[in-house]
């Protein structure tokens, strides 16, 4: 963990040592999204059910989003793959996108934990309610702001994100071969320029190098 | 249901009437799939264990399929939508395909049960691997066919079903607007040429009336 600098220690525990006192905010962020939500839960909520400081929660967790990925002791950040490709030309975007879920979602420390979070997050209660949340909000808007002002911005960023989502899920939910053991390299040349093409109307999509023959041709 | 050839009765339970047989048919289907999977699980198999004679199997039952909707008690029929869809050009299969799944899974009889099934398709167990095994070999298969002889043809359908089922989560499952408000027509327009790329690598993709001003083009 970085170096800060050493936040007001009032509300806590007296003779709590470091992994108590985080246990307990992480005890406090699960009570609190469970029953607030992503949004109705803050950092003020969860530091006042932990018993401690707001600036010690702050000294053990970036934010929010932070506090998500370890409740559902998942080791990874979609909110992160996000904001990285964010940054870099917007005609690219689809391909960082992509590339950076599928690097994510490969490691093996990732890969069982994000499936499950995944699952409950498609099921019903606390948790799904939560991560609906938390997607919408860090994923999507993000998203969408990066688009611009176009009126369908946020259709856009749907858009994409299905074609993203439904990758993951039949390579790594219903991991269907072949694509379940394609490289990252294929992936992203049949499947990037289809979220490109979601999010800027642009793109390589009928250049591509894996077009096959074709019967008949619409496009002229 | 049509009227046929009477089958054999040899194996019907006296006095049960047409319910309590089909139920018997159905609970027997149920535990064969669930021990040995859609594959494993045969009409025969599941005639012995529910007492009767295969052909009458057949005679509540068109097929398998049939049985997995009727066990999973979800009045969705994706391997209708598919064999419907397969009718018809290829070049404009990718819309088909869509429309029919968008159709099936609004119509408000379906979408609850149709919800839980692709919940528990996503979870692990029996009903799982049933389900895993239904869509890979009649859907998965059947569309590849379709396609041709095309060494990719397998992992074609694939990228085709991945925005196709992307689709479903965001739209049905995680809700979000606007596309959970969005009409067929407009999401026709929007996603049906990214799954026809994905099946033929042809399609209207870069002549769409939806496409945006863009701040730079790759495409010449």
Same mark, same amino acid.
């Given at each position: 963990? %970085?170096?800060?600098?050493?936040?007001?220690?009032?509300?806590?525990?007296?003779?709590?040592?470091?992994?108590?006192?985080?246990?307990?905010?992480?005890?406090?962020?699960?009570?609190?999204?469970? %029953?607030?939500?992503?949004?109705?839960?803050?950092?003020?909520?969860?530091?006042?059910?932990?018993?401690?400081?707001?600036?010690?929660?702050? $000294?053990?967790?970036?934010?929010?989003?932070?506090?998500?990925?370890?409740?559902?002791?998942?080791?990874?950040?979609?909110?992160?793959?996000?904001?990285?490709?964010?940054?870099?030309?917007?005609?690219?975007?689809?391909?960082?996108?992509?590339?950076?879920? +599928?690097?994510?979602?490969?490691? *093996?420390?990732?890969?069982?934990?994000?499936?499950?979070?995944?699952?409950?997050?498609?099921?019903?209660?606390?948790?799904?309610?939560? +991560?609906?949340?938390? +997607?919408?909000?860090?994923?999507?808007?993000?998203?969408?702001?990066?688009?611009?002002?176009?009126?369908?911005?946020? +259709?856009?960023?749907?858009?994409?994100?299905?074609?993203?989502?439904?990758?993951?899920?039949?390579?790594?939910?219903?991991?269907?071969? *072949?694509?379940?053991?394609?490289?990252?390299?294929?992936?992203?040349?049949?499947?990037? *320029?289809?979220?490109?093409? $979601?999010?800027?109307?642009?793109?390589?999509?009928?250049?591509?190098?894996?077009?096959?023959?074709?019967?008949?041709?619409?496009?002229?």
């Amino acid at each position: 963990m %970085e170096e800060r600098a050493q936040p007001r220690r009032r509300g806590r525990p007296r003779g709590a040592n470091r992994d108590d006192t985080k246990a307990r905010i992480l005890a406090a962020a699960a009570a609190e999204f469970g %029953e607030h939500g992503y949004e109705g839960a803050s950092i003020r909520s969860i530091a006042r059910r932990a018993g401690v400081d707001p600036s010690l929660v702050h $000294h053990y967790f970036d934010d929010k989003a932070a506090l998500v990925a370890e409740v559902v002791a998942v080791p990874l950040r979609p909110d992160r793959i996000v904001a990285s490709a964010l940054e870099g030309p917007v005609d690219e975007l689809g391909e960082r996108l992509l590339r950076g879920v +599928l690097t994510a979602w490969d490691s *093996p420390a990732v890969r069982p934990a994000a499936t499950a979070a995944l699952r409950s997050a498609i099921g019903q209660g606390p948790v799904a309610r939560m +991560l609906h949340e938390f +997607l919408r909000r860090e994923i999507m808007h993000r998203l969408a702001s990066r688009l611009g002002d176009h009126a369908d911005a946020e +259709l856009r960023a749907e858009l994409a994100a299905s074609q993203v989502v439904g990758v993951i899920m039949v390579r790594y939910i219903l991991a269907f071969e *072949p694509l379940a053991s394609l490289s990252h390299d294929e992936i992203v040349s049949r499947v990037a *320029p289809a979220v490109q093409w $979601h999010l800027t109307g642009t793109g390589p999509v009928l250049d591509t190098a894996v077009r096959p023959a074709k019967n008949s041709a619409h496009d002229e």
